[in-house]
């Protein structure tokens, strides 16, 4: 008689992406207006974005958050890099970012991002990533250290950065304004009277308090903050949004339609028209931000170096520096 003993291990089970969002039930799916088009990622700069992202073994925000501007972005060489790994210790109902428990900082990224941005001749990068609240500082110093090499390497290019809240991390936000990046960016994401079932982990008045605290700590920096729209909210609720932004004297404000990434997600409630943006954006200008941009495609880092070039037109034109 033969025995067989089977030795090969039982292939691993993959991770769940979102295990809180397991249990829920599949929410409906509105159809897509016709407004929302994309461009299909083909073109032969999004593959050679994509080379130099695997080469680099980076991640980027475009693919983890399943962005719908990536055929377009990648084509003309801009991603938006996503520092501290690809696992999130939050669980927004919006955000397609896989939530878990993070692996260890790798301390040779802020060398490869800065060499990805030299070898892809960057004229303005933006860098993003996951919440890190199991760090003391919240990945502050990472920040600072990723800033730091990409203007060893490549002195020309400007920085936005777009950051977590780092709620409860004392100092952190400082610490990262003293880094000097030329934009600092940190989304609302939606109004407050969402945060408890949207964005259950983060505080509205912390995230403003934020954008506050960098003005306070260098008023050069530009400040940038962003809310989606089509998530239940009232249109006088994004009015007073804009008006918490201003009174913390943010610079750059975004607006854009949410777009539900699986059916586990918040469901979107509504598709805003072109013309409910176009309004927002002329209030929005009206009550004194430097620049809008308020489409259904917007997204916080869509077009962020030609931007970027706007505002510091604006500002020049606007108050004399
Ligand atoms: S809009 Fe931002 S996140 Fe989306 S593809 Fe462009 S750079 Fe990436």
């Given at each position: 008689m033969v025995t067989l003993i089977n030795t090969t291990e039982a292939p691993a089970k993959p991770r769940a992406r979102h295990p809180e969002k397991a249990h829920r039930a599949d929410s409906p799916r509105l159809e897509k207006p016709h407004w929302i088009r994309v461009k299909a990622p083909v073109s032969r700069g999004y593959h050679e974005t994509n080379e130099i992202v695997r080469q680099n073994k980076l991640v980027t925000v475009c693919e983890e958050a399943g962005?719908?501007?990536i055929g377009e972005c990648w084509e003309k060489k801009h991603a938006t890099f996503m520092i501290m790994g690809e696992i999130c210790t939050r669980a927004c109902a919006f955000c397609n970012v896989a939530t878990g428990v993070p692996t260890a900082l790798d301390t040779d990224e802020p060398r490869r991002i800065a060499d990805a941005v030299r070898q892809m001749g960057l004229q303005h990068v933006v860098i993003t990533s996951v919440?890190?609240?199991?760090?003391?500082?919240?990945?502050?110093?990472?920040?600072?250290?990723?800033?730091?090499?990409?203007?060893?390497?490549s002195p020309d290019t400007t920085v936005e950065i777009l950051t977590p809240d780092f709620l409860r991390k004392d100092g952190a936000i400082e610490h990262v304004a003293r880094a000097k990046p030329d934009v600092f960016n940190h989304n609302l994401e939606t109004v407050p009277s969402n945060y408890l079932k949207v964005r259950p982990g983060a505080r509205y008045f912390h995230s403003i308090r934020l954008l506050q605290m960098v003005k306070e700590v260098d008023p050069t920096i530009f400040t940038k903050s962003g809310i989606m729209v089509g998530l239940g909210?009232?249109?006088?609720?994004?009015?007073?949004?804009m008006d918490d932004l201003r009174a913390a004297g943010v610079d750059f404000l975004t607006i854009g339609q949410?777009?539900?990434?699986?059916?586990?997600?918040?469901?979107?409630?509504?598709?805003?028209t072109p013309d409910e943006f176009k309004a927002f954006e002329t209030i929005a200008y009206a009550k004194g931000f430097l620049m809008v941009s308020s489409s259904p495609l917007t997204r916080s880092s869509h077009h962020a170096g030609d931007d970027f070039a706007k505002l510091k037109a604006a500002r020049l034109s606007a108050h004399g520096y």
């Open positions: 962005c719908p501007n919440d890190r609240d199991d760090l003391d500082d919240g990945g502050a110093q990472h920040f600072v250290e990723v800033i730091e090499a990409i203007r060893a390497a909210e009232e249109r006088n609720e994004v009015l007073q949004v949410y777009l539900q990434p699986t059916r586990k997600h918040h469901p979107v409630a509504r598709f805003v």
